[in-house]
């Protein structure tokens, strides 16, 4: 059964860098599984951060971007606010019309 | 302006059939590219997709839970169906339906609905 893997937890300090990762236990993630990113703060609708891989959606700042790292999609968060504080997911293509989101990792800014 | 809303039962029994409908406005569903999302979420856990109907009417369903799920859309509404049958306790979730963007070069859901929470008890 395919898994989609998240770090599920990871801290930053304020104005600091941290990379989050999307995997899959079933081999390398590529261009191809069109990685997404969502950023969910406890009790709110997700919000769209990174599509097909590296392109940021509408109004989400430059501090966030999306790369492939290794056989990971990534998250990069520099400069990282107080307001970053949330839980971030990851979505993969699978193929066959169906997508998978991972765990999601919960993000704290200390 | 796109925004998508989720309605259907705040509470259904166990075994009983879930139908929710996704309303929405600022797109057409029969605009090539174009798609609606289910995606659900319990309390304080994961995102889950559920299930995917596109311009052209294919759907697609989460391997887990194809057997349960039927997703229909009506373009002249601008609304999707979304039917989970014997549904649990498990169940319980928060419902979203989302604008999923489909191309050679791109698969991704850029608008989401508020959600709506669904409970299953007796």
């Known amino acids: 059964q395919t898994v989609v893997t998240q770090e599920p937890s990871f801290s930053v300090s304020p104005g600091g860098t941290v990379t989050l990762t999307c995997g899959l236990n079933?081999?390398?993630?590529?261009?191809?599984?069109?990685p997404s990113w969502y950023q969910q703060t406890p009790g709110q609708t997700p919000r769209t951060l990174i599509y097909?891989?590296?392109t940021r959606s509408s109004g989400v700042p430059n501090r966030f971007s999306g790369s492939i790292v290794g056989n990971k999609a990534a998250l990069t968060i520099t400069g990282a606010q107080a307001d970053d504080e949330s839980n971030y997911y990851c979505?993969?293509?699978?193929?066959?019309?169906?997508?998978?989101f991972g765990g999601g990792t919960k993000l704290t800014v200390l | 302006q796109v925004t998508l809303r989720e309605s259907g039962p705040a509470l259904v029994k166990p075994t009983q059939t879930l139908t929710l409908t996704c309303t929405f406005s600022?797109?057409?569903?029969?605009?090539?590219?174009?798609?609606v999302t289910w995606i659900r979420q319990p309390p304080g856990k994961a995102l889950e997709w559920l299930a995917r109907?596109?311009?052209?009417?294919?759907?697609y369903y989460s391997t887990s839970l194809k057997t349960r799920l039927t997703i229909s859309k009506d373009t002249s509404k601008s609304q999707v169906v979304l039917t989970v049958t014997n549904m649990d306790p498990v169940d319980t979730a928060t419902y979203y339906c989302?604008?999923?963007?489909?191309?050679?070069?791109?698969?991704?859901?850029?608008?989401w609905g508020p959600g709506t929470l669904v409970t299953v008890a007796s």
């Open positions: 989302a604008r999923n963007r489909v191309d050679d070069y791109d698969n991704y859901i850029d608008v």
């Open positions: 600022g797109f057409s569903l029969g605009t090539l590219g174009m798609c």
């Open positions: 109907i596109d311009w052209d009417g294919d759907e």
């Open positions: 079933s081999g390398s993630v590529s261009s191809d599984h069109f």
């Open positions: 097909s891989t590296t």
């Open positions: 979505v993969l293509y699978l193929g066959g019309g169906i997508s998978m």
